[in-house]
């Protein structure tokens, strides 16, 4: 889980095969569900979903880390909007699994470390 002054993020997954589920808790209370499927044995690869929206999502294991990506998604295009993403890296609370795979028994919640922020682009007329 990761404070923050304005709320905790919260995400649960379980992997049934090559499919993977859960929700992930935001920090204004929505709660997205999360359907992925593993990919090439390694990333998980689907969409995040509430009432109000449809995110890309991606997810892989390396360490005790859980490294998720969020963007938004374009249905007109079928892609994700890049330039929207949003990466957080959730710290395991149990026994971790293997170097590129999603946990088979997750636990029911991670612990999450502050969240990759892209650095603002520089500002004409400010050095960078």
Known sequence: MLNTPEGAFKIQLSQDGLQVR????ILDGTIYQVQAQVQ???AAVGFVTSTQSKEYFE???EDDTLYVTLADWNNATGEPVWESEVEFEFARSGAA???GRLPRNPTPSADVSQPYRPAPAAQPGTPA
């Not at 859960?22 to 808790?25: D, H």
């Open 22 to 25: 859960g929700t992930l808790s």
């Open 40 to 42: 090439d044995g390694e």
């Open 59 to 61: 997810a892989f294991v």
């Open 97 to 99: 699994a293997a170097p």
